[in-house]
């Protein structure tokens, strides 16, 4: 299988070297090249032609709607996702009607940004017509992953993922929260391919690493609420029942 090639285009050179360690060492894509400054990438884009664009919103040269728009213009067929600090509806909303695929704010979760990115590639998530979809850029997925990264709750462990997949299915069936031992472990077995028992390990241990981390003034911020002190630390049920209601809320 060809790799998919991808231009990075974000703020840092120590960011674009961490991005570009993280896709070379996957089977589906390879960094081919690399900026800080978007007049100098747009010459290399206009070169290379890439599969995908990852840039920054603030940059020197031009900033990151300029290099949508010049790459809309070049009528180069380059996919660009979005991955900014800044992050205002009004900056999104723009950013997707210039042309962009998708926007991810920081801080976030390289997994998610290659999840996010297979999609384009899948043709789940396209150009389109995307401002239609007011929501489209931050997906239920998304807002979840910023939460567990802002609490503590490191990416690269098991329990990260079992927890995002809890939550968003209490999200989508709020009851399933009471049969959280008989049907949400056993459904997120299934999806991973391991066992209910399993889950439950991994999903107490990544809110002990959350805790053990001593963010729980993050946690009160999230929640809007002082729900928990010292080393008061709530059951897998309880938090997963916590950051589904607060989805729930911002939903309506």
Same mark, same amino acid.
């Given at each position: 299988?060809?790799?998919?090639?991808?231009?990075l285009l974000q703020d840092t050179k120590e960011l674009n070297e961490e991005l570009k360690q993280f896709f070379n060492a996957t089977?589906?894509?390879?960094?081919? =090249?690399?900026?800080?400054?978007?007049?100098?990438? &747009?010459?290399? !884009?206009?070169?290379?032609?890439?599969?995908?664009?990852?840039?920054?919103?603030?940059? +020197?040269?031009?900033? =990151? !709607?300029?290099? #949508?728009?010049?790459?809309? /213009?070049?009528?180069?067929?380059?996919?660009?996702?979005?991955?900014?600090?800044?992050?205002? /509806?009004?900056?999104?909303?723009?950013?997707?009607?210039?042309? %962009?695929?998708?926007?991810?704010?920081?801080?976030?979760?390289? /997994?998610?940004?290659?999840?996010?990115?297979?999609? !384009?590639?899948?043709?789940?998530?396209?150009?389109?017509?995307?401002? +239609?979809?007011?929501?489209?850029?931050?997906?239920?997925?998304?807002? #979840?992953?910023? #939460?567990?990264?802002?609490?503590?709750?490191?990416?690269?462990?098991?329990?990260?993922?079992?927890?995002?997949?809890?939550?968003?299915?209490?999200?989508?069936?709020?009851?399933?929260?009471?049969?959280?031992?008989?049907? &949400?472990?056993?459904?997120?077995?299934?999806?991973?391919?391991? +066992?209910?028992?399993?889950? /439950?390990?991994?999903?107490?241990?990544?809110?002990?690493?959350?805790?053990?981390?001593?963010?729980?003034?993050?946690?009160?911020?999230?929640? =809007?609420?002082?729900?928990?002190?010292?080393?008061?630390?709530?059951?897998?049920?309880?938090?997963? %029942?916590? #950051? %589904?209601?607060?989805?729930?809320?911002?939903?309506?």
């Amino acid at each position: 299988m060809q790799k998919k090639s991808v231009f990075l285009l974000q703020d840092t050179k120590e960011l674009n070297e961490e991005l570009k360690q993280f896709f070379n060492a996957t089977a589906e894509y390879e960094v081919v =090249g690399e900026s800080t400054d978007g007049i100098n990438a &747009l010459a290399m !884009i206009s070169e290379k032609k890439p599969n995908f664009v990852i840039t920054e919103m603030v940059l +020197t040269g031009y900033d =990151g !709607i300029c290099v #949508i728009e010049k790459i809309k /213009e070049m009528n180069i067929k380059t996919k660009v996702v979005v991955l900014s600090a800044l992050c205002s /509806e009004s900056i999104i909303t723009r950013a997707i009607r210039s042309g %962009a695929s998708y926007f991810m704010a920081k801080p976030f979760s390289k /997994e998610l940004l290659k999840e996010r990115i297979d999609s !384009i590639c899948n043709g789940v998530t396209g150009d389109g017509d995307a401002q +239609t979809n007011k929501f489209r850029q931050y997906s239920l997925e998304e807002k #979840i992953s910023k #939460i567990f990264i802002n609490v503590g709750i490191p990416p690269h462990i098991k329990g990260y993922n079992f927890l995002r997949e809890g939550v968003i299915m209490a999200v989508n069936d709020p009851e399933i929260i009471n049969n959280i031992t008989k049907k &949400l472990y056993p459904m997120i077995g299934e999806r991973y391919k391991t +066992t209910a028992s399993k889950v /439950e390990r991994a999903i107490r241990h990544a809110i002990e690493v959350a805790w053990n981390r001593g963010r729980i003034e993050s946690i009160n911020g999230i929640l =809007g609420v002082r729900a928990y002190v010292g080393s008061d630390k709530p059951t897998n049920g309880e938090f997963i %029942a916590l #950051i %589904a209601d607060k989805m729930l809320l911002e939903r309506n």
